[in-house]
């Protein structure tokens, strides 16, 4: 069990930041017009010394890296690459939305997790998204596009907590770089623009959201350059105040207001069901320090985030299901049919017991046990796929045989999420991911604010998913909606950091992170390699979703004849960010090539 703390912390301005009066967004311009430089060309891999930072941005990255440069350590920049996340990636990222913090502290050698999750309401209850109508679960667009699925947001004050705890700088500076980027504007890519093309019936019936993001009443085109000055100034008051503006003041009570009574535009034919998200939920809202989940592999300490999040168990369960196998050793289409086996076990365990552990019992010591996991494995058969989905176990204490537990239930899990990794000269590193869920969140812009409320409650499920055993994942009042968000940061075997990752997407962030952490630790490849390798991800569902390089080529063929997988193809799979010590004071930043339009890394002196 974690340590609650308060995030009632007001923060100092340091130096003079005048508050700029809340103003209606100009039109995009075109991009000659920009008066500001433009940010460096985005590049996937960077090398070098004195730190690092690696995000799907350049802006965002080389905010973080102006923070690094000014004296900040890696919390520092990790905070001011998320807050520019904000202004260019606020389809995935903002303060209206949460998300989880690993950190490695290079003073001590220890590793601690904040859990800034999004929480359900004090009046939340199991029935939440069934229409009392039908009785029915509501369909799933209904229920996001609304202010039910609005949880109690929790990125603001998991930067102040990070910040207080670990941090170099104030809040006020390290917002300072992205009150900037939202003053003067961003360059809309390919990427962005499509994500506002995919979400444009659903802004144009939010007055607020369609004038930060339809300029003139469309996605805007690709090269102009778009403002927010309405989070510009909301930075500012932030930076000014402190958080308590956001959690108990005018803020927290826009956002209520806001979630209450759905600003939705005259005319709009959308049903948009009211939440019951009030200020008190914002000004009782707290970060909780918990501790990492940890697994030992191949001689490696790997940690991630614990529940609600059920990356670090997931991916530890797995990583301990494989240390059964020499993968080394194997060829390349034998080694990714056990991970696809490995993966699809634990997400069965997954699916049957994690959830929030502050109000269901989550058995994760026995999770993350090797003996657990060694049970499991003897149900992977290294020549075939099992019929999916699969049986969870039952993490008892008493192992031996392959004993299964009935009622096998997969579940989705989808959402867009951005992840950011950073490091400083002094050996810290952050591994942090936070998310609004869905791309556009719930498409509710909070009006005059500039920022998008997350959907994040629709994480929960809808209706109980487990048959006659006790369902963790179904809401609550308070209560965390389970996560498959998984920052992770791996030591050598002396303790000293070797990898920090993430990535964003929904389920699939549990398969990206561990697939990389299969090609770079058992399958020989290089950092760059691993994380740009094709990808397969198997949620224990009759389908693996696979990579066009994987679907219609060689190895997709041997999956599917020899050992019986079932392909299905998906466009991408993840958008990671990871950075890897090389020794000597040496650093490796690398992000996406070509997924997701690309990632931007960097280093604070490069090197060949």
């Not at 910040?163 to 360059?187: C, H, K, Q, T, Y």
């Not at 004038?211 to 778009?226: C, H, I, K, Q, R």
């Not at 049986?391 to 867009?416: F, I, L, M, Q």
């Not at 400083?424 to 604010?449: C, F, H, K, M």
Request: proline share 9%; hydrophobic share 40%.
């Amino acid at each position: 069990m974690g340590v609650r703390r308060s995030m009632r912390t007001t923060v100092a301005l340091v130096g003079t930041i005048a508050v700029a009066g809340v103003g209606l967004l100009a039109p995009a311009q075109a991009a000659p017009d920009r008066q500001q430089s433009d940010p460096p060309p985005k590049q996937p891999v960077a090398t070098g010394s004195g730190g690092a930072v690696a995000t799907v941005d350049a802006d965002a990255t080389a905010a973080g890296l102006e923070v690094l440069r000014r004296g900040g350590n890696a919390v520092d920049a990790a905070v001011a690459a998320a807050a520019a996340l904000g202004v260019s990636e606020p389809f995935s990222a903002g303060i209206g939305g949460g998300g989880f913090f690993v950190y490695y502290d290079a003073r001590s050698g220890e590793v601690s997790t904040l859990d800034g999750r999004e929480s359900a309401p004090a009046t939340a209850t199991a029935t939440r998204f069934i229409n009392p109508a039908t009785g029915q679960p509501l369909a799933f667009l209904e229920a996001r596009v609304s202010g039910l699925s609005v949880g109690t947001p929790g990125t603001l004050a998991t930067w102040a907590e990070a910040l207080d705890r670990w941090g170099r700088r104030s809040l006020a500076r390290n917002l300072a770089p992205a009150i900037d980027l939202a003053e003067d504007g961003f360059v809309v890519d390919q990427t962005f623009r499509s994500q506002v093309e995919a979400n444009a019936a659903i802004f144009a019936d939010f007055p607020a959201t369609a004038e930060l993001y339809l300029p003139g009443g469309a996605p805007p085109a690709v090269g102009t350059v778009l403002p927010n000055p309405d989070l510009a100034a909301t930075y500012r008051q932030i930076a000014r105040h402190g958080t308590d503006v956001f959690y108990e003041g005018p803020i927290a009570d826009e956002i209520a207001a806001t979630v209450q009574d759905p600003p939705v535009r005259d005319g709009a034919t959308r049903v948009v069901r009211p939440g019951d998200l009030t200020a008190d939920d914002l000004a009782g809202y707290e970060v909780i320090e918990r501790e990492p989940t940890l697994v030992d592999y191949r001689g490696l300490q790997v940690y991630g985030m614990p529940p609600p999040s059920s990356g670090g168990s997931t991916v530890g369960e797995a990583l301990n299901i494989l240390e059964n196998y020499d993968l080394g050793a194997m060829d390349e289409a034998q080694a990714l049919h056990h991970y696809l086996e490995a993966t699809a076990l634990a997400f069965a365990d997954r699916n049957r017991y994690v959830g929030d552990p502050d109000v269901v019992d989550v058995p994760l010591d026995e999770l993350l046990s090797q003996e657990f996991a060694d049970e499991r494995a003897c149900l992977l058969d290294p020549d075939a796929a099992a019929p999916k989905p699969v049986a969870p176990g039952v993490p008892d204490g008493d192992y031996g045989a392959c004993a299964t537990s009935a009622e096998p239930a997969a579940v989705a899990d989808d959402g867009s999420t951005t992840h950011l990794t950073t490091a400083d000269r002094w050996g810290n590193v952050v591994a942090y991911t936070l998310t609004i869920e869905q791309t556009g969140g719930s498409g509710i812009a909070v009006p005059g604010r500039g920022f998008l409320l997350n959907n994040e409650l629709t994480d929960f499920n809808f209706a109980p998913t487990q048959g006659s055993a006790p369902d963790p994942n179904l809401p609550g009042p308070d209560k965390r909606p389970r996560s498959s968000m998984a920052p992770t940061i791996v030591l050598d075997g002396d303790g000293d950091p070797l990898l920090a990752l993430g990535s964003p997407g929904g389920a699939t962030i549990i398969g990206t992170v561990l697939q990389t952490l299969v090609n770079r630790i058992d399958l020989g490849m290089d950092l760059p390699t691993a994380l740009a390798a094709p990808r397969l991800f198997q949620p224990n569902a009759v389908n693996t979703s696979a990579e066009p390089a994987i679907d219609g080529g060689p190895l997709g063929a041997i999956l599917e004849d020899v050992y019986r997988h079932t392909l299905m193809p998906t466009p991408e799979i993840g958008a990671a960010t990871a950075i890897e010590f090389l020794g000597k004071h040496r650093l490796q930043a690398v992000a996406e090539p070509v997924r997701r339009g690309g990632g931007s890394a960097a280093v604070l002196h490069p090197r060949r």
